[in-house]
C-alpha cells in the first residue's frame, strides 16, 4: 500500500522562475517515484523563514488539521529543513516529516543497483544526518551514571558524530578509490585515442532510451524521475569507422542539493572527462527552457560548461506543432531534434556527432616498413584505412586518423 503524504510547497516568492504549480507538480512526481501517493498539498507564500517551523505557527496547525482530516501518514517539505525545525513540525503533525532532499536520497537509495551507486547514496545521507543530530530525543541524551559512566562524560550524541564521521571517511576512501579505477579506464580509452560521449540532462528527458538507440542497447527503461542512477557506458561505431564511449549518467534536477553534487562526483566525473555531451531536453515539455536552465547551472558547478555539446531536441513524437522546432534550433549552436523512442532523426545525431568529432581526425597518406606491421594493425583498429597496398619493402596506407596518433607516422609520410 503506498504511503499518504501531505506535500507542503514552501514559496518565497519564487524569483528563479519557476512558477509554483511547477514545483508543486515535480515534487508530485518525486513522491510518485518514492513509492507514495499526494493527498493533498498546502502552498504557503512567506518572504522569509522563520526559526522554529520555516513556515508560520498559524499555517502549521492548518496542516496539522489537514493531516489528521487526511490521514496522511508522512508530510514532505519542497524546502530543506534544519534538524530543529524537523522536530518542532513532527511534534506538532504527530506523523513523520521529511523535506525535498531526504525524499531524493530515498528515491536514489531505492535506485542505486552497483556498489559506487549506493556508496555514493550511503555517503550522501550521511552528510546530510550529521549537521542534523542535535536534539534528536532521549536516545542521544548524556549517559547515566553508574559503572562504565566514568571519565570524560561523553554523551551518546557525540558517539553517534564520531561513528558517522568515521563512516563518511571510510565511504570517500572507497569512493577515491573506485574513482582513480574509473580514471584508469578513461586513461586507457584516451591512450587508445576512444572519445568519450556524455549524456546529460534533466531528469526523465529521455537519456537512457538514447543510450539505448544510438548503442543498440536493452537498458530498461520507465517513465518517471531518477530511474537511472548508476552510470552506464556504451560502445558506438560512427560512420567513419571511429569508435566511440557513450555514458549515461544520473539525471539532473532543479535546485540540486550542492552536496549531491559532491556525493556523486565520480559519476559526475564522465561529465567533467568527456570529449563531447549531449544535452538531453525534453522539448515536449512546456517549460522546457526552465529544465535547461537547471542542466546548465549543474554544468557550471562541474565545471563543465564550455565542453562542445549537441543539444538533442527529444520526445519530438509528443510535440503537438513540429512547426516549433525551427525556432528552437535557432537558440543553440549545434542542435537536433529527435524521438529516442521511435528513432525518428536518430540518424542526423550520429551525423553531427560524427561531423563535430570529425574535427579531431586528420587524413595521413604514409608509407610503413614492411617490418612495422603493429602500426598497421593500430591503423586498422583505431583509425579509418582507405586504402592499403603491399609492395616489397614497405605498406603504402591511405587513413583517417585521431589527431593525437598522427604524429606517430610523421616519419612515415609519403613523399
Avoid at 12 to 39: I, N
Amino acid at each position: 500500500m503506498k504511503e499518504k503524504v501531505m506535500l507542503v510547497v514552501v514559496d518565497f516568492k519564487r524569483s528563479d522562475g519557476w512558477p509554483v504549480s511547477d514545483v508543486v507538480k515535480e515534487m508530485e512526481e518525486l513522491v510518485l517515484a518514492g513509492t507514495g501517493e499526494v493527498v493533498a498539498h498546502v502552498i504557503c507564500p512567506i518572504d522569509k523563514p522563520t526559526a522554529n517551523y520555516l513556515i508560520g505557527k498559524g499555517k502549521v496547525e492548518e496542516i496539522a488539521l489537514l493531516c489528521s482530516a487526511q490521514n496522511a501518514q508522512t508530510v514532505i517539505f519542497s524546502h530543506d529543513l534544519k534538524g530543529s525545525q524537523q522536530r518542532n513540525l513532527e511534534e506538532m503533525f504527530k506523523v513523520k516529516t521529511i523535506d525535498r532532499t531526504q525524499l531524493i536520497l530515498d528515491i536514489f537509495a531505492r535506485r542505486a543497483k552497483s556498489q559506487e551507486g549506493k556508496l555514493q547514496v550511503e555517503l550522501a545521507q550521511l552528510e546530510y544526518l550529521l549537521p542534523r543530530l542535535v536534539g534528536q530525543g532521549d536516545a542521544l541524551s548524556r549517559l547515566g551514571g553508574g559503572i562504565g559512566t566514568l571519565g570524560p562524560g561523553e554523551t551518546k550524541l557525540e558517539t553517534d558524530r564520531r561513528r558517522i564521521s568515521s563512516r563518511i571517511d571510510r565511504l570517500k576512501q572507497d569512493l577515491k578509490e573506485l574513482s582513480n579505477r574509473q580514471a584508469m579506464k578513461r586513461k586507457k580509452r584516451k591512450d587508445h585515442h576512444i572519445p568519450n560521449i556524455s549524456l546529460i540532462g534533466y531528469t526523465n528527458a529521455g537519456k537512457s532510451t538514447l543510450l539505448n538507440r544510438l548503442t543498440a542497447s536493452h537498458q530498461p527503461t520507465q517513465d518517471g524521475l531518477f530511474t537511472t542512477l548508476d552510470s552506464l557506458s556504451r560502445q558506438l561505431v560512427l560512420p567513419n569507422q571511429q569508435k566511440v564511449v557513450v555514458s549515461d549518467t544520473v539525471g539532473f534536477i532543479h535546485d540540486l542539493p550542492h552536496h549531491l553534487i559532491e556525493s556523486f562526483k565520480t559519476t559526475l566525473e564522465e561529465v567533467q572527462e568527456a570529449d563531447l555531451l549531449l544535452h538531453v531536453l525534453d522539448v515536449s515539455h512546456p517549460n522546457f527552457r526552465q529544465l535547461e536552465e537547471a542542466v546548465k547551472s549543474v554544468l557550471k558547478e562541474l565545471n563543465a560548461f564550455d565542453k562542445p555539446t549537441i543539444v538533442v531536441l527529444n520526445k519530438i513524437d509528443q510535440l503537438p506543432d513540429k512547426d516549433l522546432l525551427k525556432g528552437f534550433k535557432k537558440n543553440f549552436e549545434h542542435a537536433v531534434a529527435v524521438s529516442a523512442l521511435t528513432g525518428e532523426n536518430s540518424g542526423q545525431l550520429i551525423e553531427k556527432i560524427t561531423e563535430l568529432l570529425a574535427e579531431n581526425l586528420i587524413d595521413i597518406d604514409v608509407k610503413i616498413p614492411i617490418s612495422r606491421m603493429d602500426l598497421v594493425n593500430l591503423l586498422h583498429s583505431q583509425g579509418q584505412v582507405h586504402s592499403i597496398q603491399y609492395l616489397s619493402n614497405f605498406i603504402h596506407v591511405v587513413a583517417t586518423v585521431p589527431t593525437q596518433m598522427a604524429s606517430k607516422f610523421t616519419i612515415f609520410k609519403k613523399a
